[in-house]
């Protein structure tokens, strides 16, 4: 570890804490890893692919930052328990989360043309899963007193942004989840925050980008800013809602959007 990166890590912005995050092993989760593990937190690591994780907490290791990973399905309660067991076991705290898993679906198209089994896995990993998340993360904050979470929202949790229906209603929900856990449990000390993330550079929409051209103006085309976001750009909003600069906010809804939602 060099005096730079030694320095960071001791006086960074989560020096001294341990964050879960989710969908860690690409895009936004993954940008977040590395940015939490370079202000100074320990990290744990969920996603369902073994590999990559171990490479990330390799890299934030070798990096001198401190990373355990928790491979797992958020859509699963005894996945997530597990992950904040980890935090606990490894780490000995939680002090915050970015409940991050997110799934589109597989297919674009009008409500009536989308296959059943999309609008299940839309609902389990975005709305099961961020409710197992609160659920377990929640009890450990209890006992310590204080805590702070991130739910990765979506622009499509306010509007109509041409998302599939499921995921639009989805992410309308964990906006009510977030709502609802912030004013039971801000007299405790916990606060719960979304980002409301307009489209991003992740593997899913790069996928989607080169299946088919077009979308990638079509992604922006409502947006001030016409491009879309990098994954770091997400992470550097979830950063600040963990950390104790945003200490009044509380059930919030930070835009990280491009301006689709001023329009």
């Given amino acids: 570890m060099n005096d730079r990166t030694s320095s960071a890590?001791?006086?960074g912005l989560l020096t001294g804490r341990t964050v879960m995050i989710t969908g860690a092993s690409?895009?936004?989760?993954?940008?977040?890893?590395?940015?939490?593990?370079?202000?100074?937190?320990?990290?744990?690591?969920?996603?369902r692919r073994e590999d990559r994780l171990k490479d990330l907490a390799h890299e934030i290791e070798t990096s001198g930052g401190q990373a355990a990973c928790s491979v797992g399905d958020v859509a699963r309660a005894?996945?997530?328990?597990?992950?904040?067991?980890?935090?606990?076991?490894?780490f000995g705290r939680l002090?915050?989360?970015?409940?991050?898993?997110?799934?589109?679906?597989?297919?674009?198209?009008r409500s009536h043309e989308l296959p059943e089994e999309d609008f299940d896995r839309i609902m389990d990993v975005n709305v099961r899963g961020t409710w197992n998340c609160l659920r377990r993360q929640i009890p450990v904050m209890?006992?310590?007193?204080?805590?702070?979470?991130?739910?990765?929202?979506?622009?499509?949790?306010?509007?109509?942004?041409?998302?599939?229906?499921?995921y639009v209603a989805a992410k309308h929900a964990v906006l009510?989840?977030?709502?609802?856990?912030?004013?039971?449990y801000g007299a405790y000390g916990i606060r719960v925050n979304s980002l409301v993330v307009g489209?991003?550079?992740?593997?899913?929409?790069?996928?989607a980008v080169a299946a088919n051209p077009a979308l990638e103006e079509v992604f922006v085309a409502r947006q001030i800013q016409k491009r879309m976001a990098e994954p770091q750009e997400v992470a550097e909003a979830a950063l600040w809602l963990l950390s104790d600069r945003s200490s009044f906010a509380t059930g919030s809804h930070v835009a990280v959007d491009g301006g689709i939602l001023a329009i």
Avoid: C, Q, W
């Fill in 9 to 11: 890590h001791n006086t």
């Fill in 26 to 47: 690409s895009g936004i989760g993954e940008a977040a890893a590395r940015l939490f593990a370079s202000e100074g937190a320990a990290v744990v690591l969920m996603a």
């Fill in 78 to 90: 005894d996945d997530v328990e597990r992950a904040v067991a980890t935090a606990v076991e490894r």
């Fill in 95 to 109: 002090d915050g989360a970015f409940n991050n898993a997110g799934y589109a679906g597989s297919a674009f198209g």
């Fill in 142 to 166: 209890l006992d310590a007193g204080h805590g702070a979470i991130v739910n990765t929202a979506s622009s499509a949790g306010l509007i109509a942004t041409g998302a599939p229906s499921p």
């Fill in 176 to 184: 009510g989840l977030t709502k609802a856990t912030a004013a039971e």
């Fill in 199 to 207: 489209t991003t550079r992740t593997e899913m929409i790069n996928a």
